[in-house]
Structures are given as C-alpha cells and as structure tokens.
C-alpha cells in the first residue's frame, strides 16, 4: 500500500520540473539546473547531466522512489567549535538543548542520531582517560557535574532511536597555532609559537589551560604531530592505535550505544599555501615514525612504501576498534556497530584501475593524503556501514555525485558492510552564492531518487543539524536572501518525501542470533495497544504498525512508531485521537542487530495469533519469557567517557581542507508534542509516545515526543 505524503502536490511539481518520463516509466532524466536565458534558475530540457564528464551515461532518478520499510536515515550533531551544539552551565540546560535537537530529528522521521562525543581528543562524557570537552564546559578537563552522555543516550532510545557515539580519533587541536586567540591565549608571537617543538608547543597549551594536563597528549607529547599548525597524535604508533582503541572499549562497556562512528580525519588533507599543494610527510613530519616502525617492519623507504605504511596504520586502527567491539558484543550480547564517513573519493581511476571517473586534481583518501583504504575495508569488512560524504553536485566535474555514489554501490555489492551517503544540505548556504546547482532546492531530493535506483546504497545522513532548520529569511542581508529559500525549500521537499514516513534501520544479521520472540498479550483496549515481552533481554525495539483498510494481505505497509523496550515485560502504546476505528494494529519486536519477530495484530478481546510482515524472519526458537516479568536493561551505569570528534567537513576536491562551515543561528526551540507512551520497567522516564499523527489521504505523519515520568 502506497503511503500519502503530507504535501502532495510537492513530488508532482518536482517531477514536472526535474525531466520528462511518461507515466508508468520508472526512470527520469536528469536535466542541468542553470541560469536561464531570461536570468531565471530552472532546469535546461534541452541538455542532460552525464555521469560524470564524458560519459555516455545519462544521470537518471527514479520518477516513483518505491516504498522501504528499511532504510538509515540521520545526520550529524557536530559538537567541535560549537557547530551545531552549544556550552550549558547545568544539566537542566544541557537536557533542553537536547530535546531540542530530538524533537527535530523527531520531525524529520530519522532513526539515529549521529552526535560528536569526541571532537578533539576530550570527551562529552565521563571518561578515566580523556579530559571533558572544551566544547562542553569552555575549559578542557573541567567536569559539568553531570553525565551528558548517559543523558542522551536514554533520551534517544526513549524516542525510538539508535545512538551512534561519533569520534575523531587522533585530533589534538582544532585552532592553528597562528589563530589570534591561540596567540593571545599564550601570550606569544606567531614567530615565536612556531619556532616551538612540538613538546614545547603542548606544554604552552597547558600552562595557558588550553589543553588539560590530563589529556593524552599533555602526557605523551613525543607522540603527537604537528601539521598546517594543528596537533593530532601520530597515526604510526602502536600505543597511539591502543589509546583510541582503549577510549572506545571505555565507551561500549560504559554506555549502551549502538554505535560507534568515526569521521573522515585520519592523517590530514592536503593543503595549499601561497597557491601551491602541500601534503603531509613533504617536510618530513613523521619521518621518524617511519624509521622506527616502518622500516623495520619490511616496509621500502620509498614514497610508495611510506604510503602504503600510512594506509595500513589506519587500517590496522580501524582493524584494532572492530576487535574491541566484537569482544564486547560477544561478552554482552550486544550489538554495536563500527561506522565511518570517509572522505567521498577514495582514488580515481587514472591513479588506480578500480578508482572512480574523477580528475586527479581532485582530493582522495587513497594516495597522497588521509591514507584511508576504505574500499579495503568494504572488501574485507573491517566495518558495519560506511557512509561517504559525497558533498557534491551532480554536474560537480571535479567529483559528480551520481559516478561517486554509483561507485562506492559497486563496491558494496560483494559486501555485508552497508553503505549510506551523506549530503551537503549545508551547501544550499555556503556555495548557493557561486554554484548554481546549489541553489537548486531538489539538488539533496534528487540524490536521494538517484540512490533509490542503487541497489548498494541503505540510507542518507544530512550534514549538518543546523541546516535541517529553516532560516529567518527576512533577517538577512538581500545578497544571502537566494540561497538560504533555496534551503528552505530543500526542508520542505525533503521533509514531504524522503522523510515523510519513518523506517527501520536496515537489518545486519551478522550482529544477531536470530529474529526476537514475537510480543505476547497484544490487546486493543479504549484506544491503547498494551503488549508483554516474550523475551525482554533480546527486544531492543517494538515495530507498531497500521493497516487502514481490509487488503486481504496481511500486508503492514504503514510503520507508524519504533517504540523503546528499555527491558520492560510490559508496555503499553496510546492510538492517535484521529485514528480510524477501521485501523488495525500490529506489533513486532525488533533486536539491536535489527532483526524482526513476526509481527502480531492486536483484536479486541482475545489474544491474537501472530502473522508475518514481508520482512520479518521467523521467530528465536525456545519458551518465552512468563509474561509481565520485567527484565533489567543491558545499558551500564556509565563511569567514563570517550573524546569527541570534528565535524566531518572534508577536504574541498581540487583544493585544500574545507573551512568548516559557520554554525546558524540558534533554531528555534521545537514545538512540544502531545501525548504518552507508558512502560513499565525503565527507571525515571516512559516510553515515547506516538502523537500528533496527522492522516493525510490514508497516510500517517508522526510526531512523537519526550515525556518524563
């Protein structure tokens, strides 16, 4: 059954507008995005966009994007320089800011949030071996007084949310040592900062208290490098591998997240300086690294041979974080995710034959600079999901985004490892002044229809939150008016089709045992679904669906809420005040490696016998838990806390690192939803609620919220 979306009449316009495909054909043509000869912006019917420059290959979105149950949808909370999240004095501020950024990921359907915990080598939680955050308290290493961390994670899965702890591995710095208020801070001149070692540079930032003496490289400064005047501990090292490898084993064991993602900062980009390239290595920055650790692991001392040591230094860290996971997963039970957003070109195939239609002049991972294998890492499944920052256009020549995301599909197809693409919506503001295609509002929607035509690609992740908020165009200057309507409108088409309608995370079987027992005791009672686990250890989440007509089927097309089991034995769901008497509803469980029960429909006055959804597995075999037995939740009391990460803003193609990008103002405070979901068994806070539903031609909006008990 085809859901209604709210603004219906938006996919109409929209595929009026993008190309001409007769009706019933399940393709569309792409056509350029342009100034117009009457100085209009509208798309050029005359021309069509290549894959990539040269190609015969026309790009092509699906015109009728086919309904998923299952598909990753989030975005990144960047908390370096305060992008995207700002300082508290207390817990209470810190929980409103919080719910604030909930309620819109709420708002837009999403089912993970992707939240930086380690954005300079320090931490938004409460850790025995990385300091707290400057970008938490304003000083590195002076506590909060409370656990930001265990916070959001229960505030998240409340809502029915996967929690993904975002890191930067090695950064140490994010200013430059010539920045004014590095300089000021140390009461020093640019001359004079850089005529420091290294060593003596650190003990400055600590004597300044701009670094906490407890920190890593406070403690180790022989073990930090320093380039483009950043800090970041030295990939080469063994015991640095072990202190990244140390902080995420401090993260799994101490919180119950369900994911742990990295960004695309390994060794550094490129840069340019007086208008020449300058890459990391030329001045010999970790030349002693090699001496010492490559060399005498066999490795040539030629440029190839210091290069694939780099590669495979990242590649023995992301191999080193994966075995600590799967250890924990393994003596937990548990299903922890390893990701990464890599940088969205890995080679290009001038340089390599499996690289992809991209000139060298462009940025890549593989060669030259950042030295992350990620296509090895798909080959061999070093990881759970990738998803790779294609921050471009589709008539980007120095990197097309349809020729990016159709390669980094191809590389899946032989793979378990998951791929989700992550989007430039921040480009509306930021290149909307010189690059037409961004000024374009459907330029992120018709990524999203191209990727529905890629059999390797499961989800999208927006960078970043802040511009997943409209912006108060008529507080900005006339020249900034285009670009910030072109992102608006980008909201609104966005937020009517894409992410009209909520999803599962796509399933990764190999994390799991088997589907969960199917719920027990599903009633339907004065308008309230009430349900007891079968096994509430296994059952992380409950899938709620409707069907507003009689099918014949059995088909539960309509997901309407994912509901938190939190270890409750008995929980309960309140149907929308609108809802259809005709309705019926059903309820499946869900595990942390999201494999699904059979789902069982919930009738008036008697037990129901379960039926299958289409993509259910079939039931765990064994008895089922006796009903109304509440079991306690697998999340740990939380005793430390991990570093946080920088946003994943990567290297311009053909240029140097990305500026990252100014963060907005601060977006209004979301609209408090109605409602209640009651549980039982989950200490000091109920079970979101599912309210708000607004029914639209057969379809279901939902607006679930926060309720403390």
């Known amino acids: 059954m085809q859901r209604s979306y709210v603004f219906s009449g938006v996919a109409v316009v929209l595929a009026a507008l993008m190309g001409t495909a007769a009706v019933g054909e399940p393709h569309q043509v792409l056509h350029p995005f342009v100034t117009l000869s009457d100085g209009s912006l509208g798309y050029d019917t005359t021309r069509e966009v290549p894959l990539y420059p ?75 071996i990385n300091p707290w955050s400057t970008f938490l308290t304003g000083r590195q290493g002076q506590d909060p007084g409370f656990d930001p961390l265990d916070l959001m994670v229960a ?12 890191l930067n591995p090695y950064r140490v710095t994010v200013s430059r040592d010539s920045d004014p208020a590095v300089l000021t801070g140390l009461g020093l001149s640019a001359e004079e900062v850089h005529a420091l070692s290294v060593t003596d540079y650190i003990a400055a930032l600590v004597e300044a208290d701009l670094l906490a003496p407890t920190g890593y490289a406070a403690l180790h400064p022989e073990e930090v490098l320093r380039f483009d005047g950043k800090l970041f501990l030295d990939p080469g090292l063994p ?24 960004d695309d900062y390994f060794y550094p980009y490129r840069i340019t300086v007086d208008g ?37 230094n990242v590649s023995a860290l992301i191999t080193q974080v994966g075995e600590v996971i799967r250890e924990h997963n393994a003596s937990r039970g548990s299903a922890v995710q390893l990701g990464v957003s890599p940088f969205g070109i890995w080679e290009h195939q001038e340089l390599h034959p499996a690289g992809s239609h991209t000139p060298v002049s462009s940025s890549q991972t593989y060669s030259g600079s950042v030295f992350a294998d990620t296509r090895r890492w798909v080959e061999e499944e070093l990881v759970d999901y990738l998803v790779p920052q294609i921050y471009w256009s589709f008539d980007q020549a120095a990197a097309p985004y349809g020729e990016l995301a159709q390669w980094w599909s191809t590389q899946a197809e032989h793979s378990r490892v998951q791929i989700y693409t992550g989007h430039a919506l921040y480009k509306h503001v930021t290149n909307g ?30 960078f970043s939150y802040n511009d997943m908020i409209p912006s108060d165009t008529a507080a900005l200057p006339g020249a900034q008016v285009a670009r910030h309507e072109a992102k608006n409108a980008a909201i609104t088409h966005l937020r009517s089709e894409a992410f009209a309608d ?43 669906r409707a069907q ?38 059903s309820v499946s469980a869900v595990n942390a490696a999201g494999q699904e029960s059979q789902a069982v429909v919930a009738v008036e006055g008697h037990v129901p016998t379960p039926t299958p959804t289409p993509t259910a597995e079939p039931s765990a075999t064994g008895s089922p838990s006796p009903t109304g037995s509440p079991t306690t939740s697998p999340t740990s009391t939380a005793t430390s806390t991990p570093t946080h990460t920088p946003a994943p803003t990567p290297g311009e193609v053909g240029s140097s690192l990305a500026p990252e990008p100014p963060a907005p103002s601060s977006p209004p405070n979301a609209t408090p939803a109605t409602g209640a979901l009651a549980a039982t068994g989950i200490a000091g806070y109920s079970v979101p609620a599912a309210l708000g ?17």
């Not at 320089?81 to 800011?97: C, G, H, I, K, M």
């Not at 309407?560 to 509803?585: E, F, K, N, Y």
């Open 54 to 128: 040269g190609s015969a290959q026309s790009v092509q979105l699906a015109a009728h994007p086919a309904e998923q149950e299952r598909a990753f949808a989030s975005a990144w909370v960047a908390t370096v320089s305060n992008l995207n999240f700002p300082r508290v004095d207390s817990a209470e501020q810190y929980a409103q800011e919080y719910d604030r950024v909930l309620g819109d990921f709420v708002d837009w359907n999403m089912n993970a949030v992707i939240f930086q915990v380690r954005p300079q080598a320090d931490a938004f939680y409460r850790s025995a």
């Open 155 to 166: 505030r998240t899965h409340e809502e029915g949310m996967e929690f993904h702890a975002w």
């Open 239 to 262: 015991a640095v591998r072990q202190h990244v490898a140390d902080t995420v084993a401090e993260l799994v064991s101490g919180y119950d997240i369900d994911a742990i993602h990295f």
């Open 276 to 312: 020449e390239t300058v890459l990391f290595g030329e001045a010999g920055e970790d030349r002693a690294t090699f001496e010492a650790h490559g060399i005498t692991a066999g490795y040539p001392d030629t440029a190839a041979g210091v290069e694939q040591w780099r590669r495979d």
């Open 433 to 462: 002044g010189w690059e037409t295609a961004w000024l374009n509002p459907h330029e992120v929607a018709n990524q999203m229809r191209f990727n529905a035509l890629l059999p390797g690609i499961h989800g999208s992740v927006l």
């Open 502 to 544: 909520p999803h599962l995370v796509p399933e990764k079987s190999w994390l799991g045992d088997g589907a969960p027992q199917a719920p027990l005791e599903v009633t339907l009672s004065e308008g309230r679904l009430d349900w007891d686990a079968a096994d509430p250890a296994a059952t992380r989440w409950y899938a709620v």
């Open 548 to 585: 507003h007509a009689e099918t014949g089927t059995g088909e539960w097309s309509e997901l309407v809420d994912v509901v938190w089991g939190g270890g409750a034995g008995a929980l309960g769901w309140d149907l929308p005040a609108d809802s259809a008497q005709s309705t019926r509803w």
């Open 693 to 709: 539903l607004l029914c639209i031609g057969g379809g279901l909006l939902v607006r679930r919220h926060l309720a403390r008990r």
